[in-house]
């Protein structure tokens, strides 16, 4: 697509549920991001991909938290054993040649 | 954890005016971006400007650099109720994940 796309845009779960996030970046996009994003604060890195591997995920939280993209294309973020402290907007993004970042809508996570 | 401090926190304006947004950081960095956010919405990138760069123009956007100082400014200039949003800074360091500061809530007053 034109964009990166987050699916599910929402995601409700029962703490102590497992969640799963998708993010589909900018075609011919090699590096992807993972943010965080709590209400009236700025993104927070969680982890950064450059192809398939994981390039840096010194902002992952836990070891509840878990990313893969290995094709180097769509990544997923994994969430286990949830925790009401999950509750947050997360955000994925495609980096370009020239360095902007570009990003999808997000997907927030309500923990209940 | 975020290293980018922005200031002000919130900024009210009225329509016409210029708002001016400061970013601070602490580390030595590649580039430094800016970023809006609607409410409710993704990052949207605004412009970019290198470390070797110390101004840069983009329609009603002007955005400096001062790298001795660690600290950048973003105006808009003649500022529209459309411009209303979250701005955040955002620089590239050596570890090549891409920092955000804490944001400046803009509103302009139409």
């Known amino acids: 697509g034109a964009g990166v796309s987050q699916t599910p845009s929402n995601k409700v779960t029962e703490k102590g549920k497992y969640v799963e996030l998708r993010c589909d970046p900018i075609s011919g996009h090699t590096a992807l991001y993972w943010y965080r994003q709590s209400l009236g604060q700025g993104p927070e890195f969680l982890i950064y991909f450059q192809g398939t591997g994981a390039a840096d995920d010194s902002g992952l939280p836990n070891d509840r938290f878990f990313a893969v993209r290995p094709e180097g294309s769509v990544s997923t973020l994994k969430i286990q054993r949830t925790e009401r402290g999950d509750s947050a907007v997360y955000l994925c993004?495609?980096?370009?040649?020239?360095?902007?970042?570009?990003f999808g809508e997000g997907s927030r996570l309500t923990v209940l | 954890s975020q290293q980018g401090e922005e200031d002000p926190q919130a900024l009210s304006i009225q329509e016409g005016e210029n708002a001016t947004m400061n970013c601070s950081y602490k580390t030595s960095i590649n580039n430094l971006q800016w970023y809006r956010q609607n409410s409710g919405r993704g990052l949207v990138h605004l412009i970019l400007?290198?470390?070797?760069?110390r101004e840069k123009h983009s329609g009603r956007l002007r955005v400096t650099l001062d790298t001795s100082k660690k600290s950048s400014s973003l105006l808009i200039t003649a500022s529209r109720a459309a411009d209303t949003a979250s701005y955040f800074c955002?620089?590239?360091?050596?570890?090549?994940?891409?920092?955000f500061g804490s944001g400046t809530q803009l509103t302009v007053l139409p």
């Open positions: 400007i290198r470390s070797n760069e």
């Open positions: 993004a495609s980096r370009s040649g020239t360095g902007e970042l570009f």
């Open positions: 955002a620089y590239l360091g050596s570890a090549r994940q891409l920092t």
